[in-house]
DNA sequence: GCAACACCCATTGACGCCCATGTTTACCCA
DNA sequence: TGGGTAAACATGGGCGTCAATGGGTGTTGC
């Protein structure tokens, strides 16, 4: 199924178009809609990039949650802020304007490999915000526990039964 | 399914290309995507590299972390730096800048075979960094528990049935 | 009718592919 | 067992292709 992974840093034109990376775009392949769910992270000012069978991932999760809970209230935010952007012939999307403010573009975006999904940063702001988390991983002495191998074989579905 | 070991130095010619050993790439036989997942370690000066489908566990593990969290989020600098490089016919990589820089890379690099990944060296950094490495675990006294037979017999799917 | 949007075409610069060569390793035979 | 030969791997460079970018034009919706 493959993976968001790496950076890339591509340009705005005046139209505001800017270009979704080939290596990403390509993740984009088996999907039944050709183009990307954006909307603003609540965690840093960037926003989140998705294929439409991980939204749909995201929905199925909220439906997990206890109707008319706060919790389910305030993450359907997510659903609510998220912009559907098809790719035009070139492989380029077009930024609506809320997002350019939201996320501080001029006229660079940086593209973040992020695993399921990617972020779109202003070049400066990835720097401040992430620049520090790797030395952080580092004087932390953090460690990973690997999943068995066996975990997840089946396709990207990943229904885990719990 | 086979394990990176030894190790072995080659030239990285003007390009920036440097020939993968051939008995690393033997191991990536089986892999979706012909090429390597490569990024910086945290822990040394010197870059992780590892086929597809070890970064994809490398995601679902982080995955296992709880969302949000400062563990998940230092640790997905793994997957934010990892780029993917394709081999070309010959069997090469080509390693960009960032790279080049972060693992004080000049002529040669020395890959090194670390079980289901392996690490790309400058040659006397890892003289320097590893050669203690060997008395260290010695006069230490280290050990290390055998994992049962059972447990990995089968090919990489391991179902372990416990 | 106007404006936004979607598609088409052109440019350029990087990257992937091809071929050529040197060097080492493995194999075969005397 | 040693030398010779052939195949495989590592290396170097030229060239074509494709991704990123910029702009123009037709089309659709308000």
Redesign the interface.
């Known amino acids: ?7 890339q840093t591509n340009k705005v034109d005046k139209k505001g178009r800017v270009s979704v990376p080939r ?1 990403f775009r390509a993740l984009f392949e088996g999907e039944k809609f050709s183009g990307v769910y954006v909307f603003p992270s609540f ?1 840093v000012p960037a926003l989140e990039a998705c294929p439409e069978s991980f939204m749909e991932r995201i929905v199925d999760s909220l439906e997990d949650l206890p109707l008319f809970s706060d919790d389910q209230d305030d993450l359907s935010i997510i659903v609510e802020s998220a912009q559907r952007l098809p790719f035009d012939p070139e492989g380029r999307i077009v930024i609506p304007d809320e997002f350019r403010a939201a996320a501080g573009f001029k006229t660079d975006i940086k593209f ?5 999904t990617f972020q779109m940063w202003h070049p400066a702001a990835y720097d401040a915000e ?1 620049g520090p ?6 004087t ?1 002495g ?1 460690t ?10 089946m396709g990207d579905a990943g229904r885990e039964e719990e």
Chains 1, 2 share one sequence.
């Open positions: 199924m493959g993976v968001f992974t790496g950076s290596t965690k973040v490999g992020r695993g399921r992430r988390a790797f030395d952080r991983a580092r932390r953090l990973l526990k690997l999943r068995r191998p066996s975990d997840r074989q």
